[in-house]
T-cell receptor, first 114, second 112 residues
Framework: DTGVSQNPRHKITKRGQNVTFRCDPISEHNRLYWYRQTLGQGPEFLTY????????KSRLLSDRFSAERPKGSFSTLEIQRTEQGDSAMYLCASSLVEIYNEQFFGPGTRLTVL | GENVEQHPSTLSVQEGDSAVIKCTYS??????FPWYKQELGKRPQLIID?????GEKKDQRIAVTLNKTAKHFSLHITETQPEDSAVYFCAATNRQGGKLIFGQGTELSVKP
């Protein structure tokens, strides 16, 4: 499968626990994006990287959220001290900036915080 | 701030009819407008996009129009089929490779 992949696909955790998600972009895509989607809503931007550099973070991204892309390939999104309001689908997308912003999405990680 | 409004939130049509979904954006610097289709439990999939230097783009039964002066763009699906049933999202961005601002989505139901 040469598309964007995300792991795990589902995560159930208790409030207060830390969780980490992984995204593997399409090979050679230099941009990687994280979005969050709640039921009945469009995806909301969280942050994005060009290669290793984190270029923008949303005001939605509290200090409990951190994202990395250490080698410019896969990325991780960590949520510390999870809250019930963090329950959502976390979507990753990637693009090749030379091709005008066509972003391709992964299947998402569905987080449920009990 | 940046905002994209999408209407209607739900749309029901008979198979073979046309469907139109409309979006407006607030940032006049927006210059790229993709449309995504999301089936239940699946990832958003890009179906068509348009850049600010053109007013219309067509791909088989799907077309998108852009009115930069009014800051709105629309998705047109002709000869709808039951497999077109899904949630459709419009989006906008104001720079190459930047974040997408999404509309709230339109749930399209095509009845056979």
């Amino acid at each position: 499968d040469t598309g964007v992949s995300q792991n795990p696909r589902h995560k159930i955790t208790k409030r207060g626990q830390n969780v980490t998600f992984r995204c593997d972009p399409i090979s050679e895509h230099n941009r990687l994006y994280w979005y969050r989607q709640t039921l009945g809503q469009g995806p909301e931007f969280l942050t994005y990287f060009q290669n290793e550099a984190q270029l923008e973070k949303s005001r939605l991204l509290s200090d409990r959220f951190s994202a990395e892309r250490p080698k410019g390939s896969f990325s991780t999104l960590e949520i510390q001290r999870t809250e019930q309001g963090d329950s959502a689908m976390y979507l990753c997308a990637s693009s090749l900036v030379e091709i005008y912003n066509e972003q391709f999405f992964g299947p998402g990680t569905r987080l449920t915080v009990l | 701030g940046e905002n994209v409004e999408q209407h209607p939130s739900t749309l029901s049509v008979q198979e073979g009819d046309s469907a139109v979904i409309k979006c407006t954006y607030s940032d006049s610097a927006s210059n790229y407008f993709p449309w995504y289709k999301q089936e239940l439990g699946k990832r958003p999939q890009l179906i068509i996009d348009i850049r600010s230097n053109v007013g219309e783009k067509k791909d088989q039964r799907i077309a998108v129009t852009l009115n930069k002066t009014a800051k709105h763009f629309s998705l047109h699906i002709t000869e709808t089929q039951p497999e077109d049933s899904a949630v459709y999202f419009c989006a906008a961005t104001n720079r190459q490779g930047g974040k997408l601002i999404f509309g709230q989505g339109t749930e399209l139901s095509v009845k056979p």
